[in-house]
């Protein structure tokens, strides 16, 4: 499975990438802004993406869940932002899963495969 990992802090991203690519998935990408989504998905487009909700330069992973859905590839949120507005803001872009940080292995990788299993 292709994953495209929307971050904008290198640490936490490098490290999604390092639990997934363990787990055996493909990384086409790790994006902090709408410009460097378009241009991934456009160049190798993922099977999913995970997206945080804040991004740097006051960029919104909610307004660009619309890129996504654009483009028809699914999206799960990976965020540090639970609380109750913000998640029915989320949820209202029909994600595939909501995974709050601080996040573990088993959580994403889980939501994956449900994920795999609901669409193969």
Do not use: C, W
Not at 31 to 56: T, W
Not at 95 to 102: F, G, L, N, Q, R
């Amino acid at each position: 499975m292709k994953i495209l990992i929307i971050e904008d802090d290198v640490l936490i991203g490098n490290y999604i990438k390092y639990v997934l690519e363990k787990n055996l998935y493909i990384i086409t990408g790790i994006a902090d802004n709408k410009n460097d989504v378009k241009s991934s998905i456009k160049n190798k487009p993922p099977d999913v993406a995970l997206l945080d909700i804040r991004l740097g330069n006051n960029e919104s992973g909610i307004e660009l869940s619309a890129v996504l859905s654009k483009a028809q590839i699914p999206f799960m949120y990976l965020t540090a932002n639970n609380d109750r507005d913000t998640m029915k803001r989320a949820l209202a872009t029909n994600p595939v899963a909501y995974i709050t940080k601080p996040f573990n292995e088993p959580n994403v990788v889980g939501a994956i495969e449900l994920f795999r299993q609901k669409h193969s």
